[in-house]
């Protein structure tokens, strides 16, 4: 044992916590704070004005300002307001995701879609809360299709007034945060139609209630109920009849009416202007990904400190042998943890890039192009990657993991809907896949493969959000037949090698299925032969944008281990180690299909996984200490130190039952002893 | 369209419902009377109440008594008792497993291991819910390790009384349904002590409480609150400080004491009288298998008929793409379809034979064999793959799965203990992995591998349950190098090799590892030897045994396709072929590295399968109407055509404005259009 390293916990800690360490720790003080913490149980009523009551005491506490400008009393601190948001979810992700509705969309939507007369009119009422307001985006007939949104609003300018209009029950405002009961304005996505033209979608701020509860004249309002999870929140439906609201509520950064019905935007191609709009919201999905990782740092402190003292079944040693030794919950747990931290790393790199752009230090289209294709590529692994961690922790910690004041079940009911909004995951990918393609297409001017992502573009709802895929240009080296050994393949450079691999040839393999399924079609039938070409790629085409995500995750760890030296570094090249060849492994079959590995290989990674599993183990409860997840914060029974007495109180009542021989003997004990009689007297 | 076979629905319907139409019948009936229906947002306090009196209704509906003696006014109809309660599910899950608190374990275990005078005392007020009842084998500090529990019943020759004593906090009963309120009595797990020797664990009737709610003298309990799901049920623990009862509370069909204190069975061994005694209490994992099965098929039924009339994002005719005609979409809903029916045929046999044993028809130990090995393989595969079904399809039905009133999150959420209780999932296939070994090892007369085995029987807790393991001699066919093509292995033959010899070469090869690791150890360090080399093949015989359980799915399937003639066995047989190429792929990477397909055959079953699913999803709905789930059992708002009522709603709207001439001209059009003009100007 004194040949095996440790980390030194607190530069990993500070690792973890990354540049915005200072509101971290302010997020997670109000986290520890039992007025912001779940009560398992509470009807959702009570939950629903509780959740509205720490919202007030958030402002109080001066939590929320800092993404608002100065000018307002905010603190234009972009980054730190993510990050503080995303300790949250040890509160309670339902006062999280509330949290995120008042500010992060309602609040967020009037601060970039909106312009100065809107900002001082509006924001210091939504800072206070005074002022609680919907973010109506989404429809009933249209989720994740905004661009095919039916809400309309058009122009009168007799009155000068936008009517706002829901023409068909298809397009009732759907899943809204604060929209059942506490929001008094929304801001409400429509198409802008003035002088008989549509402008497409644009954003209003329109009253619907007063802050006495009633609602606006044609307004109405239904309640969602009872959900899977997050019951804090008020979720329901809006639509408007004929509702008058004044040409000045249109939120008109990006496009205006004027008083004639003139309109006008900055933006002259009406699909860049309206995927702009949209690009201003990527905090969401920021948010989720930061938020998502902490739920695994939670959960996985709770399963491996209760691994770590439950014991179950006697060992060779008689004594019942502690559940992280045994060798298939290694395999369960400890690949979830080196996820965990590559996952971390990757946030950080995220919540950066958008601190970035949104702070202004580094505004530009590339900047903004990376920002996009990393929040689409990531939210929906660390989104995913929570709850398949949750799930597996509470399997692995039994019943006990089934309790509510366990916490493993009630965050997996609350993160369940972190996978489909802020944009379904599964389309997120998409986006990320078609980028990859078009990124492809340019590369050898191949008019086939960009007309079909243009396709793609259109069935995924998305013209003109641009990514910025990382330029790919390693040669892959022969990683073939050469030994049965993982040797060869062990360097950091060829898990990139092996991962960057896979995700090029994946793109080039979609887009010549593509090109090869449309070739020599004639022009008008084209878009159908295309839709269908890409019908049939669609599910490889989000394996492609996952293992891209996946390569960006090994990437953003790989450069954290720069920042650790000695037996800390020696540590985390293994958990990195981890994390790439659990990659290798998972798509195992990929890498023997194509040649790159052999089967021999293929087995050699496996065991070589085996062999860092075992490692781990040893590391696993610094490496969790590493989370400095208090008590407060995680507040599970289990993870207290409570099952290490109990099995130690039960152990010292064995032993003082034998010592005082007490101890009936077991009828199989006997039975072998009077065998063994039985033969000494023959 | 012509020539698309058509499944005749009443036929596979019938073979869905399988030998017991008329009990599942009845078992919907209740199902479907509001009466029994969960009530989503219901307090605790309140489920609790509601589902205790929705066991006094199923006493008046005459629904519990079937599998009680007919001297009691029971049934003695075993399979019919379990196919009923199966449906419940689509009722309210607590309801389910309260009901299978009070008869399936409390009753139950009263039944199967006391004799007549406890039959006649106690079981007909456990049938009319005069006397609830708590089943008291977990301990806190013993989940899966029954004969390991803490719990002591020590015989008193002087007073002839047992004291039942709680000697720790780890041997507290808990998570035991109907102790925190409405137990009266319960059924009591504990070492049996007389005359200074253990004769190890045995059943105990003990009242607990009394009908007014005091707790007994020496008795405590402490609820377990609020739980992830199943919050209808009053899950608690409870602890016995020298709780003196009878002698002749003794459920003492497997081993009796005297009033000398003399203990006496029929079972000489104390480990085979053990398992005896826990190997009654079967019906459990049979009764859950069934009711996952059913779930998948509720969750299929919303999620197909939703993604059939969903549309989203314009395809290329200009309107919007129906969900269901994505390739994405068909790849993560059929392969489920397929797998429902393969786990509904598996289930079906399982509970034949599980009849054939409890009603003595066929109580042979050989069936009993039978039926433990296919309980302990199915009922993980099934309850894992009804939570798994349950996520995608809240993904694929997006924010509307969220919502509480379309089931599906509350089914995942209570479910999702199904995986863990009644033996957890990775310890029963444990327990299949085991006897794969054992019969391994017999076969070909390997000491070494036999005596890993018993160390893995000690390691999981298990020393004599039997599993009868299929002969599995087919040979193997090359299925090598030959073509690109998937013609040489798509036939039953060809799959059932495939998977058959995936069985048979994973375990030959853990064998062969476990006695490589430890040839030449000596005889006194064999112990930690053995569970040192079982640690490091625990994962893989686990997934052996998955393989073992998949492959008894797809046989069951097979068999199943006897019953079909015409286009239905057509459909049927692509829906098997789905299963079993689905299998083959999830496998594909144990196929490359072990030379069974090459590369190009891998990529041929892949291609099949996608094949295979675009011929499905034709049928899907079919498929799924074939469920017989009425509106009033799936209750869920998106499976009740509403959707495509708001579509065409829409649609219509948009055909009248346009029409009408009144649809305002979109700007990307008018730009389009000044483009051309401009262009015919030049």
């Known amino acids: 044992m004194s040949s095996t390293p440790r980390i030194d916990k607190a530069v990993v800690a500070d690792a973890l916590y990354g540049k915005w360490k200072q509101e971290r720790l302010e997020g997670r003080a109000l986290a520890a704070d039992p007025r912001f913490q ?16 720490q919202l007030s005491l958030l402002v109080e506490a001066g939590a929320i300002q800092r993404a608002f400008p100065k000018s307002l009393g905010g603190g234009d601190n972009h980054g730190g307001n993510i990050a503080g948001f995303q300790e949250l979810v040890f509160a309670d992700p339902s006062l999280q995701i509330k949290s995120g509705v008042q500010w992060g969309l309602f609040g967020a939507a009037i601060l970039h879609l909106g312009t100065e007369p809107h900002h001082e009119a509006w924001l210091p009422d939504v800072m206070t809360l005074a002022l609680p307001g919907a973010f109506a985006m989404t429809e009933i007939g249209h989720g994740s299709d905004v661009a095919s949104i039916g809400t309309t609003a058009t122009y009168d300018p007799e009155t000068e007034e936008f009517v706002i209009h829901t023409p068909f029950k298809g397009a009732w405002k759907e899943f809204l945060g604060n929209a059942a009961l506490h929001g008094q304005a929304a801001v409400v996505f429509a198409q802008l139609i003035t002088r008989g ?6 954003a209003f701020f329109v009253p619907i209630r007063t802050p006495d509860g009633e ?17 804090g929140i008020d979720n329901g439906r809006l639509h408007f009849t004929n509702v008058r609201i004044p040409r000045t509520n249109l939120l008109n950064r990006y496009g205006n009416v004027d008083a004639d019905g003139t309109y006008s935007s900055h933006i002259d191609s009406p699909g860049r202007r309206f995927f702009t709009m949209i690009g201003t919201l990527v905090q969401g999905r920021v948010s989720l990904d930061g938020a998502a990782v902490n739920a695994m740092k ?22 019942d042998t502690t559940l992280l030794d045994y060798g298939h919950y290694q395999r369960r747990l400890l690949p979830l943890l080196a996820e965990t931290y590559a996952m971390q790393f990757a946030s950080h790199r995220l919540l950066e890039t958008f601190d970035e752009v949104f702070s202004g230090v580094n505004d530009t289209d590339e900047n903004r192009e990376d920002l996009e294709t990393l929040a689409a590529a990531l939210k929906p692994l660390s989104t995913w990657a929570a709850l398949d961690t949750l799930q597996e922790v509470r399997e692995a910690t039994g019943g006990a993991g089934f309790i509510a004041k366990n916490r493993v079940t009630g965050w997996r009911q609350d993160l369940d809907i972190y996978v489909t909004f802020e944009g379904d995951n599964n389309i997120l990918l998409q986006l990320v896949g078609k980028r990859l393609l078009t990124d492809y297409a340019a590369k050898f001017k191949d008019g086939d493969v960009a007309a079909i992502a ?13 990514f910025g895929l990382r330029q790919m240009g390693q040669s892959i080296a022969d990683l073939g037949q050469r030994s049965r050994s993982v040797e060869g393949i062990r360097d950091p450079e060829s898990q990139r090698a092996l991962l960057t691999d896979r995700v090029e040839t994946m793109v080039a393999q979609i887009a010549m299925s593509l090109r090869e399924a449309t070739k020599g079609v004639a022009r008008e039938d084209r878009p159908a032969a295309n839709a269908a070409a890409f019908n049939t790629q669609q599910a490889k085409l989000i394996e492609a944008a996952r293992a891209h995500g996946e390569l960006l995750q090994w990437e953003a760890f790989t450069e954290a281990l720069a920042g650790f030296e000695g037996e800390t570094l020696t540590v985390m090249t293994w958990l990195r180690d981890l994390f790439g060849f659990r990659l290798i492994e998972k798509h195992l079959e990929w890498y023997l299909i194509n040649g790159r590995l052999s089967g021999a290989r293929a087995e050699a990674v496996t065991a070589y996984i085996d062999r860092l599993i075992g490692r781990i183990r040893e590391q696993a409860l610094d490496l969790v200490d590493a989370f400095e997840l208090t008590p407060e914060l995680l507040r599970a029974e289990i993870a207290t130190g409570i099952e290490a007495e109990r099995q130690e109180e039960a152990q010292a009542y064995v032993d003082a039952q034998i010592a005082a021989g007490t101890w009936p003997v ?17």
Do not use: W
């Open 38 to 53: 779940t009560i398992p149980g509470q009807s959702m009523a009570d939950h629903r004005e509780r959740a509205l009551g």
């Open 197 to 202: 033209v549509n402008h497409g979608v644009h």
């Open 215 to 231: 609602m606006m004249p044609g307004v109405g309002s239904e309640d969602d109920g009872v959900k899977g999870g997050l019951n």
């Open 298 to 319: 939670g959960a996985l402190a709770i399963a491996l400190r209760y691994a770590s003292e439950r014991r179950q079944f006697p060992g060779p040693d008689g004594r």
């Open 454 to 466: 243009k396709v793609v573009a259109g069935q995924i709802g998305e013209g003109a959000v641009r």
């Open 666 to 682: 077991h009828e199989k004990e006997l039975r072998k002893r009077q065998r063994a009689e039985a033969k000494v007297g023959a």
